[in-house]
């Protein structure tokens, strides 16, 4: 070895040099040297403005589902019957009497049309209701357990439909805001079996490869070879039309994750082979380390950021797959309501054209799947942490 | 420093080149002064980052769309004998892809990605016989044969319809110098060429490359940052750092008389075959500042053993004469003057 | 080249075979089957000539007998061409898939066409000019087309169709065609209805196939052939042509095996919304009525469409990439 002489030689920096080099490096620099992944992806992806404005929504719809209860002026199930196919109501700052500060709504009356003998709904501009917030109204437990009666929103007397009512008198916000937690949630956990399933499978096969790596692959093709939407048509129309809500809920869950999964786990795959033959594995290897202490601290930790944001990518899928099946009469059934559920009274053009107001469930659908879209997207940019530096 | 223009091919004055992106401004180009003579070799040396590739890439104007030439200027003596200023032509006009590759032609440091993959050779290399040369496809195609057995590829007749990956690591790099070499260039400039090859293919590339260099009568610029490369190669040295060059002289004058503590330092970096044993080899303290900001004084200042007082730090160096053509950046060898020079600029 | 075709053909087998023990296995998921209701009903009103009948099919098809038996009988008859009985339309299932198939088809397809007219000049578009307000553009309508559902997309056409010509767009063919028997006028009738489900079924995949010619494009454009390239004196436009646009096109070529089955998946939604007589609303009847045969054959066939979709897009990443059958 040429290292034979005084070791400390090797730091022949002299101290004014030192004393230079620590005043010159300047202090974000030093700060984008030291910071850890999960920090240069949060830098990365702060300056994705839609993104995180998106994160921010999809923040505030998840907190909206946990307390529906509350959000929702009625209950889901509660027919008004007086108020079948109502429109929506418009919320208004301005009446025949000028300007108003609480926004209020006319009352809606019915008139039936001598001739055709069709309802029709008026306006009735001579009662302004007016809006108020914290009302008291329909009894609920929260979660089960907090007994209130509070509202965030309603009208003293009479009703108020933002989004008007369904054929059987049903108010259209209530529904949509209750399906809001079928719907959300079906792509969480959905995405959190297939995420388990992706993750385990399409580690082993990556790390172990030859035969299991082979078997693997094998099945993951064949399960790609089926179209989705048939396979799933298939696979839940076999769902016992007996079982209870909540088991086809799960039941479902579970049919979208098997599919779901190989997309994941090819990720997941392509990463670990890639990654397998670094330096840093190998080093860890020579070192004596155990396998499943490669995996879980050397390996996952390299690329778990890129799975996050194909995880946030895989979960609008997952609700246009729920929303698609609901629709057709073979996903979730009523008396649950998912925004698929919601939209499969407007599957006929009469439904559509006598109450379209039917299709806002739709529009949730959009705007849910299209901020994950866009928080996926910016996740995945921000996933590369050197992506910004490249010249 | 006056010199006609007529004895040097190509000529860069002050050239700046700055890359403009969300992180902010890289100055990757800060006043670059070089000089190629006609049919002779210059080299230019400098660690990682130090502008040299974004300089050779400037003359062909090949720089990304966030990277701009702000400043300088550089003379280029065409076939027809007119000095053109390349800084003046538009990147995509048709005066400058005239120029590339018909001319001026490069050679890159990755063989392996520098290649299609999906294209033959002789697609690759008869599109630019094709293009400058005007010569119908099979004649294009028998002169990229041609090329091809002059930097000794065996078999050349058979392998031209061969894929790149079909060809190893160093015969891709001889296909690239054949690519280059195929329309006659003037220059060929050579951007760090054999730092991908192993040390036995490196020397071939390298003999290569001057033997043909010496019969073609080329002129050329080398871009390594492998000081040992350049001893055998050029006969003008040209040592950059941060955007600059900070010594430039004939090879002698560099390795024998080198004046610049960076270029010392370098030099003292060559491991040596007939070092007393035990001896270690020294390297560089620190690392190369970024380039987003630039450091006050003289680049060189936080790492450089020999700092001797506050100028370094405030002041930037010019470059001074210390022998025939051999010029010096530093205030080691111009205290005074070097201020002064340095009071005058502002 | 041949070799690799013939290997790749192969391989095909077990899968197809895998697959058919699956489509077998789901549609036997429901509990009872369609034959005992319908014998039960038969018995009922006491007809004994279909009782006779009843007895030849289930003899033939094995029904009543352990599930590999009757799988076995059901394999051997698709081999050769038979796919069993419908017991819901009293009818072989081939009488009643080919022509729906063919139709599914011609709707994948299309809207496959579509989607490559639509997403390639696009997607080269918005990397040559990335971060262009065309590329702005063209991104956000891109994330929007994949996010909203098909059926939705179709809802939303049938709304507007309603609403601006007073008219209904369902279906495949106007009324005076659907039951007549193939002709050139009918055929000018489908292309007339055809649009529809092409725009509504190829939405989707266009966005998808957006972002992925984008994506490809970039990738290829910051790479150092292209650098190279234009030291050689190319013009950008020839070059991009030439060099990244022919590399970006390999994973694009890739993306017809699972676009196809996509586009298959998708028309079967839309299909149930628009009426339109392909694979789609049948197979979802016989799901839901346990009309085994026609299900277990349906779900088979496509998924067959399917390995073969994928075989194809491998055949032409074959032609595109050298590297593919190099060894």
């Known amino acids: 070895m040429f290292f034979t002489q005084n070791p400390e030689d090797n730091l022949a920096i002299n101290d004014r040099q030192k004393e230079l080099l620590e005043e010159e490096v300047d202090e974000t620099e030093e700060q984008f040297y030291y910071a850890t992944q999960w920090q240069l992806m949060w830098w990365n992806f702060r300056k994705h403005r839609l993104a995180v404005g998106c994160g921010i929504l999809i923040l505030f719809m998840y907190l909206m589902v946990l307390v529906p209860e509350f959000i929702a002026p009625y209950e889901p199930s509660t027919r008004n019957r007086r108020y079948a196919n109502a429109p929506p109501q418009r919320v208004r700052l301005v009446s025949d009497q000028g300007f108003h500060f609480r926004p209020f709504v006319y009352d809606l009356t019915q008139e039936i049309d001598p001739e055709t003998l069709q309802r029709n709904y008026v306006l009735d501009k001579s009662t302004i209701k007016p809006i108020r917030f914290f009302v008291r109204g329909v009894d609920y437990k929260l979660w089960g357990l907090i007994p209130s009666n509070i509202h965030l929103f309603g009208v003293d007397d009479g009703m108020l439909f933002l989004f008007g009512t369904d054929r059987l008198g049903r108010d259209m916000f209530t529904r949509v805001i209750y399906a809001a937690r079928i719907s959300m949630s079906i792509g969480l956990i959905g995405v959190f079996l297939s995420f388990v399933l992706g993750l385990t499978l399409g580690g082993i096969s990556g790390y172990l490869g030859g035969r299991?790596?082979?078997?693997?692959?094998?099945?993951?093709?064949?399960?790609?070879?089926?179209?989705?939407?048939?396979?799933?048509?298939?696979?839940?129309?076999?769902?016992?039309?007996?079982?209870?809500?909540?088991?086809?809920?799960?039941?479902?869950?579970?049919?979208?994750?098997?599919?779901?999964?190989?997309?994941?786990?090819?990720q997941v795959r392509s990463k670990i082979i890639s990654l397998k033959n670094e330096d840093f594995v190998v080093a860890a290897q020579l070192s004596g380390t155990s396998e499943t202490r490669i995996v879980t601290r050397h390996l996952i930790p390299s690329f778990m950021s890129h799975i996050i944001a194909v995880i946030t990518l895989a979960i609008p899928t997952m609700i246009l797959a729920e929303t698609s099946l609901s629709f057709l009469g073979i996903g979730l059934r009523p008396p649950v309501v998912s925004w698929g559920v919601l939209l499969q009274q407007s599957q006929n053009l009469y439904a559509l054209t006598q109450a379209p107001w039917l299709m806002i469930p739709g529009l949730f659908v959009v705007v849910y799947v299209l901020a994950f879209s866009f928080l996926g997207d910016g996740l995945r940019d921000a996933a590369d942490p050197y992506g910004g530096m490249k010249r | 420093m006056n010199k006609p223009v007529e004895n040097n091919i190509l000529e860069v004055r002050d050239l700046e080149v700055k890359f403009f992106s969300d992180e902010g401004t890289v100055n990757a180009a800060n006043g670059v002064n070089f000089k190629v003579p006609a049919g002779k070799s210059i080299g230019i040396v400098g660690e990682s980052g130090c502008?040299?590739?974004?300089?050779?890439?400037?003359?062909?104007?090949?720089?990304?769309?966030?990277?701009?030439?702000?400043?300088?200027?550089?003379?280029?003596?065409?076939?027809?004998?007119?000095?053109?200023?390349?800084?003046?032509?538009?990147?995509?006009?048709?005066?400058?892809?005239?120029?590339?590759?018909?001319?001026?032609?490069?050679?890159?440091?990755?063989?392996?990605?520098?290649?299609?993959?999906?294209?033959?050779?002789?697609?690759?290399?008869?599109?630019?016989?094709?293009?400058?040369?005007?010569?119908?496809?099979?004649?294009?195609?028998?002169?990229?044969?041609?090329?091809?057995?002059?930097?000794?590829?065996?078999?050349?007749?058979?392998?031209?319809?061969?894929?790149?990956?079909?060809?190893?690591?160093?015969?891709?790099?001889?296909?690239?110098?054949?690519?280059?070499?195929?329309?006659?260039?003037?220059?060929?400039?050579?951007?760090?060429?054999?730092?991908?090859?192993?040390?036995?293919?490196?020397?071939?590339?390298?003999k290569l490359i001057q033997g043909i260099q010496d019969e073609l009568n080329l002129s050329m610029i080398l871009i390594t940052h492998d000081l040992g490369v350049i001893a055998q190669m050029v006969d003008h040295v040209y040592i950059m750092y941060l955007g600059k060059v900070v010594e430039s002289g004939s090879v002698y004058d560099i390795f024998d008389r080198a004046k610049h503590p960076y270029t010392r330092d370098l030099i003292q970096s060559i491991p040596k075959l007939h070092g007393a044993r035990g001896e270690r080899v020294t390297s560089i303290a620190g690392t190369v500042p970024s380039t987003y900001k630039l450091p006050k004084g003289c680049a060189f200042h936080a790492r450089c053993s020999d700092m001797f007082g506050n100028i370094c730090r405030t002041e930037t160096p010019l470059p001074i004469e210390v022998g025939s053509d051999h010029y010096v950046s530093c205030f080691l060898h111009s205290r005074e003057e070097g201020k002064n020079n340095a009071r005058d600029a502002r | 080249?041949?070799?690799?075709?013939?290997?790749?053909?192969?391989?095909?087998?077990?899968?197809?075979?895998?697959?058919?023990?699956?489509?077998?296995?789901?549609?036997?998921?429901?509990?009872?089957?369609?034959?005992?209701?319908?014998?039960?009903?038969?018995?009922?009103?006491?007809?004994?000539?279909?009782?006779?009948?009843?007895?030849?099919?289930?003899?033939?098809?094995?029904?009543?007998?352990?599930?590999?038996?009757?799988?076995?009988?059901?394999?051997?008859?698709?081999?050769?061409?038979?796919?069993?009985?419908?017991?819901?339309?009293?009818?072989?299932?081939?009488?009643?898939?080919?022509?729906?198939?063919?139709?599914?088809?011609?709707?994948?397809?299309?809207?496959?066409?579509?989607?490559?007219?639509?997403?390639?000049?696009?997607?080269?578009?918005?990397?040559?000019?990335?971060?262009?307000?065309?590329?702005?553009?063209?991104?956000?309508?891109?994330?929007?087309?994949?996010?909203?559902?098909?059926?939705?997309?179709?809802?939303?056409l049938m709304y507007g169709g309603y609403r601006l010509f007073g008219m209904s767009i369902g279906g495949l063919f106007s009324p005076e065609f659907v039951d007549a028997s193939w002709s050139w006028a009918k055929f000018v009738n489908m292309l007339s209805h055809l649009w529809i489900p092409m725009v509504v079924v190829g939405t989707a995949g266009t966005a998808g196939m957006i972002r992925i010619m984008r994506n490809n494009l970039l990738d290829e454009l910051g790479k150092q052939y292209v650098v190279t390239a234009r030291a050689k004196g190319l013009s950008t436009v020839k070059l991009i042509f030439k060099y990244p646009l022919r590399l970006a096109l390999i994973p694009f070529v890739s993306t017809v095996g699972w676009l196809l089955p996509q586009l298959i998946s998708g028309s079967a939604v839309v299909s149930v919304v628009l009426n339109l007589p392909t694979a789609g609303p049948l197979l979802l009847r016989a799901l839901l009525g346990q009309d085994m045969y026609l299900a277990g054959s349906f779900t088979f066939l496509l998924a067959t469409l399917t390995v073969i979709g994928t075989f194809i897009s491998d055949l032409l990443l074959a032609a595109v990439d050298p590297r593919i059958t190099y060894d």
């Open chain 2, 51 to 206: 502008g040299k590739t974004v300089t050779a890439y400037s003359v062909l104007q090949l720089l990304p769309s966030t990277g701009k030439i702000t400043n300088g200027t550089i003379k280029y003596q065409a076939n027809d004998g007119n000095v053109i200023d390349l800084t003046n032509l538009k990147s995509e006009s048709r005066a400058m892809r005239r120029i590339r590759g018909g001319e001026i032609s490069m050679i890159f440091q990755e063989p392996m990605t520098s290649f299609s993959p999906v294209h033959t050779i002789c697609n690759q290399i008869s599109e630019a016989i094709m293009l400058h040369q005007h010569l119908s496809k099979q004649k294009a195609r028998l002169r990229a044969i041609e090329m091809l057995e002059l930097v000794g590829i065996p078999n050349a007749k058979r392998r031209v319809d061969e894929y790149p990956f079909q060809f190893s690591g160093g015969m891709r790099q001889r296909a690239m110098i054949a690519m280059a070499l195929a329309c006659n260039p003037k220059i060929l400039i050579a951007d760090e060429p054999t730092t991908a090859l192993d040390v036995t293919t490196q020397a071939q590339v390298l």
């Open chain 1, 212 to 266: 299991v790596d082979n078997i693997i692959q094998r099945i993951m093709e064949i399960i790609r070879s089926f179209p989705q939407i048939p396979l799933w048509m298939a696979l839940s129309a076999a769902i016992p039309p007996h079982w209870s809500p909540v088991r086809t809920y799960f039941a479902i869950t579970v049919i979208l994750s098997v599919i779901g999964w190989t997309n994941l786990a090819r």
């Open chain 3, 1 to 156: 080249m041949l070799r690799f075709i013939i290997e790749r053909l192969l391989t095909m087998i077990p899968i197809l075979i895998v697959i058919s023990i699956i489509s077998f296995a789901i549609i036997q998921l429901p509990p009872g089957d369609y034959l005992t209701t319908y014998i039960i009903q038969l018995e009922a009103s006491g007809d004994s000539v279909s009782q006779s009948e009843i007895e030849g099919l289930k003899q033939r098809y094995g029904l009543g007998q352990p599930m590999h038996v009757q799988y076995f009988k059901w394999i051997s008859g698709v081999v050769v061409g038979d796919f069993g009985y419908s017991f819901e339309w009293n009818q072989p299932v081939n009488t009643l898939i080919w022509e729906r198939l063919g139709l599914t088809l011609v709707v994948s397809i299309s809207s496959l066409l579509l989607t490559w007219i639509v997403a390639f000049p696009i997607g080269v578009y918005s990397a040559v000019r990335q971060h262009s307000p065309g590329d702005y553009i063209a991104t956000f309508v891109g994330f929007l087309g994949l996010s909203i559902p098909n059926f939705m997309l179709a809802l939303i």
